[in-house]
């Protein structure tokens, strides 16, 4: 199969292309901020707890929004047309990627549970967690698909443009996404492996989209991604640790080392099946 994701419809790198970026951060922070506020405003119990992660979360909307305006107005495409470039939605490559990630994620824990059995403690009450994960769940993948509907929509098809455009792509979405999560106070707590945690995440996502052609399964990924940060287990320092989720274990302190070479395993077994996938289909 062609490796064609982010030719067509072109978003040319230039000036257009970097003020529209301009444009989509300002609506979307901008959006943040003043719902946040407002919310928070009218509605009290929004300020804490749960209700003010689900407010958060709703923040998302502002993002697409952006998007959506820059795409349309600024480059004249039709959405569907960015998102799917032409082809139906891919569920079943969004089932699959989001599948196999959550039991991967499953199995690096369970390392991590049999490597540390002292750092983890059993948290599991089954109503208040399916209650707070039905409320929750659509709200991620809202999140999940605004984030790579910038990343590894927006700026991989304004990157893709250039000369080596894949690895630019890749690259520099990468490196945004990395200094954008990875540069936050609780990250920057575990020294250098917050921000490379972030950015070799980035990474595999680029490389995820390149080989699958489209935005179906790093969406996939990043949903299983943040519903097992949500759900299956917390840990100690946590910027959501008090916002009321409800998950199966609980870890006292995050092991960030452990958890950044537990995902560079999970990245370097992806990397090196395409890698026999493509030299077999040469054959």
Known sequence: MEKNYGLQPPIPFGFKSLAGFIVIFIIWQGGALLGLNLTNALIPATRSGLPSLITLYLSFFFLILGVYIVIRY????????????GKRPDYRTFAKY???????LIL????????????????????????VLLVTAPLILIQSAAEEILFRGYMYRMFRS????????????SLTFA????????????????????????FFLGIVAYYT???????????ATNIFNTSIWGYGSSALDN?????????????????????????????????????????
């Open 74 to 85: 600024f480059f004249k495409i039709r959405f569907r047309a960015f998102l799917f470039e």
């Open 179 to 202: 200094l954008i999560h990875g540069l936050n106070p609780e990250m920057l707590n575990y020294g250098i492996f917050g921000p490379l945690y972030y950015l070799q995440g980035a």
């Open 108 to 131: 690096y824990i369970l390392v991590d549970i049999a490597v540390h059995p002292q750092a983890f403690t059993l948290h599991f009450n089954p109503l208040p967690w399916l209650g």
């Open 243 to 283: 916002m009321g989720l409800q998950s199966i274990v609980y870890r006292h302190t995050l092991d960030m080392r452990f958890a950044f070479f537990g995902i560079f395993a999970i990245v370097i077994s992806y990397s090196a099946f395409q890698f026999f996938k493509q030299k077999r289909n040469r054959l």
């Open 213 to 223: 052609n489209g935005l179906a399964a790093p969406i996939g990924i990043h949903f």
């Open 162 to 173: 250039l000369r080596g455009g894949v690895f630019w792509s890749i690259f520099l979405t």
């Open 98 to 104: 989001f599948s196999l990630y959550v039991m991967a």
